[in-house]
């Protein structure tokens, strides 16, 4: 036992003496440069100057001139060494900066509270997640690259030391000034992401601070305001509250702030706050410790230290109790004198003020001051407001977001053909962003009510119900809680309806329930900002995992730690380019050449979606539905897909079939449809007719036989203006279609001459065909079986045939103004003549959606036939249709898919992989999916409109050009 103790004698004396030697402010591999210079500069002070470097002095650059130009006095008059900025705009502060740096003989260290970006305190900045979010993160390395941007960003604006991170352990729920700017209640979780986010903001170059010595995370009241008491033994202190510190200052830490408290454990004196305490800043920060940075005092204006002693009394006490910084003091004249006069009364020795003031001038040499360069304002609200800043901000979020309780494993939401999904907003804060996203996954409805009888009567046609409880990002102090209503409210949806509840607030929201027992799914998703609401969206359809881990206790459902990982089912996220090695800038030149197209007159207006790596990077509208100008295009508006229709509605299910064993690439017309035996057509196979190679006629005008020869217009004796019996198949508006015509349509194809010519041509005809077998086969419509097999479980909710029975006319982009056959704007109905004849529905054209739509089934492909926790398609099937087979007799297609072209010119831009494949459609649509690259591309328009003849779309390879810049902006 005796060998034991003093083993661990042994090795405490080594940490201590280890820690001793450890000096933050050493410019390791320029010391002996940076001493002659700290001595040099040291040596021409005189004593006013030597004090004066002891002082911070608060500014906004917001503030008016007269206020900016008493700081200019202080630097001249009182010598100051240091700036905090507080309030105001990064312009406005740079030329401030650059003003006060002009007129200090030995440059001014810059300093600002900035513990979540430099947003904390301006505006036109980026703002970072709160410590809490972060400290629900299990990857440190995601916090080292917060405190790194954060560092950037200090750095890029003159700034030298942030006042972060907060290293204090929150203990208190109720904590009213720190909560969620602390990484949790974890002593060992704290501790790891102070040091990482120490680590990336000193890897910037920067200076990190941890505050608030010797610990504020156990306080119910505010320093600001009072002087907090904690009432805690020494041996707690130094276990709990001391913990983050002692490693911080092995690992380098560059300064600590000492907080305004009052500890009776550690200072014997009562309530003289720990910020004057010789005995908790120089016993034990400095002798204890071994911390040999810089020591900054907490604010000195603030009520915990103002109340104790008078202005310039308190810089007084503050510096004899071992701090170096006297930070924000109330009175820098009067204090100025006071410390001046004790020097000459000796009261502070030459050797104390050396100290400290060497020990500033060793900060300001390694950040660069010797060297001093003003800072460059060009472009800096850009700089300070990146891409790169998105994608750490998504990365950490994302990994941050935590469930807390998963009933029947609810998360993610699976089987989506089986939910209706409402929303309802809870807290005060928008939740817009949350229901925007939700609904790129599945129709989700926006629920509202005044009273809880009408949500519980409007919520009972739904099975599911999402509810966001959002309350406002604008910064961690803001409320938080429930109401009580509220809490009533979702206790009896709770009761009535599977419910799952996400919380966009700090996690001490949920201390307010009583019970959780019948709620089926819990989120915490910790900030109620557009990315976290946009990410914890697809948390819940599975479109990421749940990584994150409760940072703080919630009572005895939610123990610290709590988290429920769940895993992803394959769909499609949605985030930044750079997050899947693709460079936004790069791909602003799809924005170019899309505007471009509008302005040029090749479509009114576009949809344009990438895709890569399964997640959404690029999703943009362009223009209008109309030359008008009247109804823009947005992520909402539905396009007629015209032969896209082929490879999304009749292809798919033709391949469920062979992967059934009921078809194969052999099976022949006259198998698939007996009326055929005995014809020219009988021996046809399946691989033939979706290869374009079974010399079937591009197309057949069925509609030209039904216009009266005179008049140009649709005889009577096949159209009427209202539905009936005999004339069931809606053409257009006010035009059906007589019953007798579609065997009038079959008779024809069946009729029609094959040519005489084998080899490629392109041929809708398969495809009406295809759609006769399938419906036979399955006893159903073709509109049924796409929805029942595909869209519903998919969440493809715009992916329809006949979409104005669903959606109003207004989201739905016309075709074209059709002047030759239906005589009227063709909007909401099919554009092809043949598809529309057939009542809308066609195995070759027919079917409408939007661009997001598009993609869920173009990344069904290429995730080898499954998306979203479902096997739809199996890869060996998908690999023989996606097989080029005449390539040798010069022809590209697939079987159904197109491919790219084998010479210069085809359908894409020569830069894809020989795997890819996709579809074009005549009303200007394209997709294609490049499984080598993990690309999916969808371009919508209707280059149709208002006239059909209108082919600048197509003679200007615009959909190549794009899919071109795509390809150009693959960084990796």
């Not at 307010?512 to 990315?531: A, C, H, P, R, V």
Request: proline residues 4%.
């Amino acid at each position: 036992m005796k060998k034991l103790f003093a083993l661990a004698l042994l090795l405490l004396s080594f940490v201590t003496s280890i820690a001793q030697q450890i000096n933050p402010l050493i410019v390791e591999n320029d010391y002996q440069n940076q001493r002659m210079w700290v001595d040099s500069i040291y040596n021409q002070m005189s004593l006013q100057e030597k004090v004066g470097q002891l002082f911070m002095v608060d500014v906004f650059s917001s503030d008016p001139k007269p206020k900016t130009d008493k700081i200019n006095a202080l630097i001249r008059d009182q010598h100051i060494g240091g700036v905090i900025f507080s309030k105001g705009g990064p312009k406005r502060q740079a030329k401030l900066n650059n003003q006060f740096q002009s007129q200090a003989k030995v440059p001014l260290l810059i300093g600002m509270d900035a513990e979540w970006g430099l947003a904390m305190r301006l505006d036109s900045t980026y703002a970072f997640p709160w410590n809490m979010t972060l400290g629900a993160i299990t990857d440190n390395k995601i916090v080292e690259k917060v405190g790194y941007r954060i560092g950037r960003h200090s750095k890029r604006l003159g700034v030298h030391i942030n006042f972060a991170p907060v290293v204090d352990i929150n203990t208190n729920p109720k904590n009213p000034i720190i909560g969620n700017r602390s990484f949790g209640e974890d002593k060992d979780n704290v501790t790891e992401k102070s040091l990482a986010f120490m680590q990336g903001m000193q890897r910037a170059g920067i200076l990190a601070n941890a505050k608030h010595f010797p610990g504020h995370g156990d306080t119910d009241t505010d320093s600001h305001k009072t002087l907090p008491t904690i009432n805690f033994t020494k041996e707690r202190i130094d276990s709990i509250e001391l913990y983050p510190y002692r490693r911080l200052i092995r690992e380098g830490l560059s300064s600590v702030m000492v907080a305004h408290l009052n500890v009776p454990s550690l200072e014997e004196k009562e309530g003289l706050p720990s910020s004057i305490s010789k005995t908790i800043v120089n016993d034990m920060l400095k002798g204890e410790l071994a911390f040999n940075g810089l020591i900054f005092t907490d604010a000195l204006n603030m009520k915990g230290a103002a109340n104790f002693k008078q202005p310039g009394e308190i810089d007084l006490a503050a510096f004899l109790a071992g701090n170096d910084v006297l930070l924000i003091s109330e009175d820098i004249p009067k204090a100025h004198a006071l410390l001046v006069n004790a020097y000459r009364e000796e009261v502070v020795s030459e050797e104390r003020l050396a100290h400290s003031v060497k020990k500033i001038l060793y900060a300001k040499y390694k950040v660069g001051l010797h060297t001093y360069q003003p800072v460059n304002a060009n472009y800096i609200v850009e700089d300070l407001n990146s891409i790169v800043d998105d994608v750490v901000y998504e990365e950490a979020i994302g990994k941050a977001l935590t469930v807390l309780k998963n009933d029947n494993a609810i998360l993610p939401i699976k089987d989506l053909q089986n939910k209706r999904i409402a929303y309802i907003n809870l807290g005060d804060d928008s939740g817009t962003t949350f229901l925007d996203a939700l609904q790129k996954y599945s129709q989700v409805d926006f629920v509202k009510a005044n009273t809880l009888d009408e949500y519980i009567t409007k919520l009972s046609k739904y099975n599911y119900v999402i509810a966001g409880f959002h309350k406002s990002n604008a910064n961690p102090w803001k409320g938080y809680k429930f109401s009580d209503k509220e809490l009533v409210w979702l206790y009896e949806i709770a009761r009535t309806n599977t419910l799952i509840l996400d919380v966009f607030a700090r996690p001490y929201a949920l201390l307010d329930l009583k019970t959780t027992t019948n709620f089926d799914g819990i989120i915490m998703s910790y900030q109620n900002s557009e990315i976290s609401q946009n990410l914890s969206a697809q948390l819940i359809f599975g479109a990421r995992e749940g990584e994150g881990k409760l940072p703080v206790s919630l009572g005895e459902d939610f123990p610290l730690n709590t988290h429920l990982r769940t895993t992803s089912l394959n769909r499609l996220a949605y985030g930044t380019p750079e997050s899947v090695g693709m460079s936004s800038y790069k791909l602003r030149k799809i924005d170019s050449l899309a505007r471009a197209g509008v302005a040029g007159g090749m479509m009114p207006g576009a949809q344009i979606l990438v895709a890569r790596k399964g997640k959404v990077v690029y999703h943009k509208n362009f223009g209008y539905h109309e030359q008008n100008r009247k109804q823009p295009v947005t992520d909402n508006s539905i396009y007629d897909l015209a032969s896209l229709t082929k490879i999304l509605a009749t292809l798919p299910q033709i391949m469920q079939l062979v992967d059934e064993g009921v078809l194969s690439m052999d099976t022949k017309l006259a198998t698939m449809l007996p009326e055929y035996a005995g014809t020219d057509k009988a021996n046809i196979t399946l691989r033939r007719m979706l290869t374009h190679t079974a010399r079937l006629k591009a197309w057949i005008p069925y509609y030209v036989g039904t216009l009266d020869t005179a008049t140009k217009k649709p005889m009577t004796k096949w159209y009427a203006k209202t539905s009936s019996q005999d004339f069931p198949y809606k053409v257009a508006n006010e035009l059906y279609m007589k019953r007798e015509f579609k065997d009038s349509i079959y008779l024809q194809i069946k009729e029609s001459e094959l040519r005489s010519r084998s080899g490629y041509k392109y041929s809708d005809l398969p495809y009406y065909l295809l759609m006769r077998y399938l419906e036979k086969h399955h006893k159903d419509k073709l509109e049924n079986i796409v929805q029942r097999d595909f869209y519903n479980s998919m969440g493809a909710s715009t992916m329809t045939y006949h979409p104005l029975d669903k959606f109003s006319k207004t989201r739905i982009a016309p075709t074209e103004d059709d002047t030759y056959f239906r005589m009227q704007k063709v909007q909401g109905y099919v554009h092809d003549q043949g598809a529309a004849m057939l009542g809308g529905v066609s195995g070759h054209a027919g079917l409408f959606s939007n661009a997001n739509d598009v993609a869920k089934m173009m990344q069904m492909y290429l995730n080898k036939g499954y998306y979203g926790g479902k096997r739809y398609i199996s890869e060996d099937t998908l690999e023989d249709f996606n097989t080029c087979y005449y390539c040798d007799d010069n022809v590209r297609r697939g079987v159904g898919f197109d491919k790219p072209q084998l010479g210069d010119s085809g359908p894409t831009c020569g830069c894809v992989s020989m795997t890819s494949f996709g579809h074009s459609g005549f009303t200007g649509t394209f997709t294609w999916a490049d499984p080598e690259q993990d690309i999916v591309y969808v371009f919508l328009s209707n280059r149709t409109f208002p006239n059909a003849d209108n082919r600048k779309l197509i003679g200007s390879n615009l959909r190549s050009k794009i899919q071109e810049a795509i390809y150009e902006a693959i960084d990796y």
